[in-house]
């Protein structure tokens, strides 16, 4: 599956912005879905993800209350909503995916088998 990410761009503390994850080719509906984020010098930290069918979500204990993760099937797309942004959000923004069959822990990199390019969010404060 290949996977394009848009939306990033540069806000100021405590804006939203909405980022999203389209297949350009091939389909996510079996796709247990995730975002990742990385800074300069750090390694790349799970965000959230999402299953394939949205039944469940989950966070990273830094963004849990203010992003959520949401997705259309039907169109092929996965959506990051970030809200209440802050400076330490600052990253390059990934979408990961892999199908939801497979075991393996769930924020893990190696755990996923597609991946986006990446967009750049940048936060001023």
């Known amino acids: 599956v290949q996977l394009v990410e848009s939306g990033g761009g540069l806000v100021q503390a405590g804006d939203s912005l909405r980022l999203s994850c389209t297949a350009s080719?091939?389909?996510?509906?079996?796709?247990?879905m995730a975002w990742f984020r990385q800074s300069p010098g750090k390694e790349r930290d799970f965000v959230g993800g999402?299953?394939?069918?949205?039944?469940?979500?989950t966070y990273a204990d830094s963004v849990r209350g203010r992003f959520t993760i949401s997705r259309d099937n039907a169109n092929n797309t996965v959506y990051l909503q970030m809200n209440d942004l802050k400076p330490e959000d600052t990253a390059v923004y990934f979408c990961?995916?892999?199908?939801?069959?497979?075991?393996?822990?769930?924020?893990?990199?190696?755990?996923?088998?597609?991946w986006g390019q990446g967009t750049q969010v940048t936060v001023s404060s």
């Open positions: 990961a995916g892999r199908p939801e069959s497979w075991t393996g822990l769930i924020t893990r990199r190696s755990a996923y088998e597609d």
């Open positions: 080719e091939g389909t996510l509906t079996d796709q247990y």
């Open positions: 999402i299953t394939a069918a949205s039944t469940y979500t």
